[in-house]
C-alpha cells in the first residue's frame, strides 16, 4: 500500500520536525485545560490536508482551538465565518462583481473570502442552507470552486468546522462525511475545572514563524509520507476492523477508508517512522465514527486488539481455533483402538472366561458374566420372567428367586419338575448367552502418520513463538515510545501496556498447550514396537 517517497522534496531531520511539532503543541495548548488531544488532531488534520470537526456544547474552546490553528497555518490568506440559518452565499464566496455583470458575466469577487483562503474556520457550520451546500462541498472535497463559467483550484489546506450538536437532515450528511477529523468536546472534568479557575488572563503569544506550519513544510511532510510503509500486520487490522464496523453497521465510506490510510502515514512520518504501526491506528477511533456511541464502540474494539494482532500471521483467537483443533486430533488417536491378534495372526477374543482366545470369531457366542464376574443364567423354563434380553440371574439370584424351600433349597423348579441347581446350570440353554468380544488396545501408528501430525503443531508453535517474541520486543519499549508519540496521548501507555502484558500471558498458555500436543503425539504407541506387534486393526 506504500510507495517509494517523493526524494524531490527536501526532508526536514525527523528530530528536528518532531521538536518542532511538539514545541507547537505546546503553543497552542497555552492557557487551555484538557484540550491536548483537540490541539493535535487540529495540526494533524492540516498536515494530512484533511479537514477537522470540533462538535460540544457553547463555552468548550472550540472556536478558540480553530483561531489558534489558523494562525499556525497563517502563511497566506485565512477565512473565518459565522454561519446562521440564514446566511448567504455571498457570506462565504463574495459578492458578484459588478464591472463582471457589466459584461454579461456571473462572477464573484473572491478575495477575502472561503475561495481565497488557506485555512478556513466556519462556526456552525451545519446551519449551512441548501443555496451554499454544493460549492461548499465541492471546495472541501475536491479543491475547486466554480466562479461563473470558470472553475478555478482553490489554496485551501484545512477547514476547521465547529458546532454545537451534529447534523440533523439527510441533506448535511455528504457535508459532514468530508471531515476526515471528528472531535466531541466535552466540558472539562471537575479536576480541570479547579484548575481552570486558577488560570491567569494573559495576552495570546505570538507564534514565532520557526513553530509555523508553512506551505512548503506541509507538501514536504506529505510528500515523504507517502512513502511510508503499511506493513501486513496493518493491513489485517484494518481489514479486521472494518468487516466489525460492517457487523455493528457503523457506515465508512470506501473514501473515508483511503483518507484515513494517508492520515496514518502523516502521523507514522512526523512520529519519525518508516512505517505504520498498530499503535497509530488507536487515531482512527477520531475518524470513523458518525456518532459518539459509535466511537466509543471502535474504541473498545482496539482496545481488545492491542497484543492480540501477530506480526507472524494470524492472531490469538486463530492460534486457539488451531490449538483446539490439535488437542482434538490428538484426543483422537489417543482414543482410538485396535484388535489384539496372536503370533499367528489370528484375532483373539475374550472367552467366557474373560481370558484372550484366538479360538472365537466376531460371530461366536460366549457365557454372558456380571459386572462382577458372575456367570448369567436364564430364569428356568416355564417361568414368565424367561427373557434373555431383560432377565438374567447368577447362581446365587436363581436359588434366591427360584428354589422350592419345601422339596430342598438346592432345587428350582423347571417345567414343571424339580432339578438342583448343579445340573440346571450345565445345561447350556440356561445360559445367558453375548457375542465374543475382541481384545482391544491402543491403535498404533506409523512414524510417517506421526510426524503429519506434529508438523502443523511445530509450525504453530513457531508462530506462537514469534508473537511472543514480537510482544516482549513491544514491551521493551513501548511505555517510553506511547509517552514520546506525537499524536497519542501519555495515559494510552499504561493501558496498552496492560492489555500486551495480558496478550503474552494468553499467547504463552497457549505455548505450554500446544508444547502438551506435541509431547502426546510423540508418545503415541507405534508400529512395530514390541507392544505393537500384536495388533490388528479392528473391522468397522
Request: glycine share 6%; hydrophobic share 40%; charged share 30%.
Amino acid at each position: 500500500m506504500s510507495k517509494p517517497a517523493n526524494h524531490e522534496v527536501p526532508a526536514t531531520a525527523p528530530g528536528a520536525l518532531k521538536a518542532q511539532l511538539t514545541k507547537l503543541f505546546a503553543h497552542l495548548n497555552r492557557g487551555l485545560i484538557e484540550r491536548d488531544t483537540e490541539v493535535r488532531l487540529a495540526v494533524l488534520a492540516a498536515l494530512s490536508g484533511e479537514h477537522l470537526l470540533l462538535v460540544g456544547p457553547p463555552g468548550t474552546a472550540k472556536s478558540e482551538i480553530a483561531r489558534r490553528l489558523v494562525r499556525a497555518i497563517g502563511e497566506g490568506p485565512i477565512f473565518e465565518r459565522l454561519l446562521t440559518r440564514f446566511s448567504v452565499p455571498e457570506e462565504l464566496f463574495g459578492p458578484l462583481s459588478l464591472k463582471a455583470l457589466e459584461d454579461d458575466r456571473y462572477e464573484r469577487n473572491l478575495n477575502g473570502y472561503l475561495p481565497m483562503a488557506r485555512v478556513a474556520f466556519i462556526d456552525e457550520i451545519f446551519k449551512a442552507n441548501s443555496a451554499i451546500l454544493n460549492s461548499l462541498l465541492t471546495v472541501l472535497n475536491e479543491r475547486e470552486y466554480d466562479n461563473g463559467t470558470e472553475r478555478i483550484t482553490v489554496p485551501l489546506v484545512a477547514l476547521i468546522g465547529a458546532s454545537n450538536e451534529l447534523p440533523q437532515g439527510e441533506e448535511l450528511q455528504a457535508l459532514y462525511d468530508r471531515f476526515l477529523v471528528r472531535r466531541e468536546v466535552l466540558p472539562v472534568s471537575t479536576d480541570g475545572f479547579v484548575k481552570m479557575l486558577g488560570l491567569a488572563d494573559e495576552p495570546s503569544a505570538v507564534l514565532g514563524d520557526e513553530l509555523k506550519l508553512s506551505p512548503a513544510l506541509i507538501e514536504e511532510i506529505q510528500a515523504h509520507a507517502s512513502g511510508v510503509a503499511v506493513p501486513a500486520d496493518v493491513v489485517s487490522f484494518l481489514g479486521d476492523l472494518r468487516r466489525h464496523l460492517q457487523k455493528k453497521k457503523i457506515y465508512v465510506s470506501d473514501r473515508r477508508w483511503r483518507k484515513v490510510v494517508k492520515l496514518l502515514k502523516v502521523a507514522a512520518y512526523t512520529n519519525g517512522q518508516d512505517e505504520v504501526t498498530i499503535w497509530e491506528c488507536k487515531l482512527l477511533e477520531h475518524c470513523l465514527w458518525n456518532s459518539p456511541a459509535e466511537k466509543k464502540k471502535i474504541a473498545d474494539w482496539y482496545e481488545s486488539r492491542i497484543g492480540v494482532a501477530s506480526k507472524a500471521g494470524g492472531e490469538t483467537s486463530s492460534f486457539e481455533r488451531l490449538t483446539v483443533g490439535l488437542e482434538e486430533r490428538l484426543k483422537m488417536d489417543q482414543e482410538s483402538r485396535c484388535q489384539e491378534i496372536d503370533n499367528k495372526g489370528k484375532a483373539l477374543f475374550f472367552d467366557g472366561n474373560g481370558k484372550p482366545t484366538a479360538m472365537l470369531t466376531a460371530v461366536s457366542r460366549i457365557h454372558e458374566r456380571a459386572a462382577d464376574g458372575e456367570l448369567l443364567y436364564l430364569a428356568p423354563s416355564g417361568s414368565k420372567e424367561r427373557n434373555e434380553t431383560k432377565n438374567k440371574y447368577t447362581k446365587a439370584q436363581l436359588l434366591k428367586n427360584f428354589s422350592n424351600s419345601s422339596y430342598h433349597r438346592d432345587y428350582l423348579v423347571d417345567n414343571g419338575s424339580y432339578l438342583s441347581i448343579d445340573d440346571y446350570i450345565k445345561v447350556s440353554t440356561n445360559h445367558v448367552s453375548t457375542s465374543a468380544q475382541p481384545v482391544m488396545i491402543k491403535q498404533p501408528y506409523s512414524n510417517g502418520h506421526i510426524k503429519g501430525r506434529q508438523e502443523p503443531v511445530v509450525s504453530l508453535l513457531k508462530n506462537v513463538g514469534q508473537h511472543i517474541a514480537d510482544l516482549d520486543e513491544q514491551l521493551k519499549t513501548l511505555q517510553e515510545r506511547i509517552s514520546e508519540h506525537l499524536w497519542l496521548e501519555a495515559s494510552f501507555g499504561e493501558l496498552a501496556l496492560t492489555h500486551v502484558r495480558h496478550g503474552r500471558e494468553s499467547a504463552q498458555a497457549l505455548e505450554r498447550r500446544l508444547e502438551a500436543v506435541l509431547e502426546g503425539f510423540e508418545k503415541l504407541p507405534r508400529e512395530n514396537s514390541p507392544e505393537s506387534s500384536k495388533l490388528k486393526k479392528a473391522e468397522g
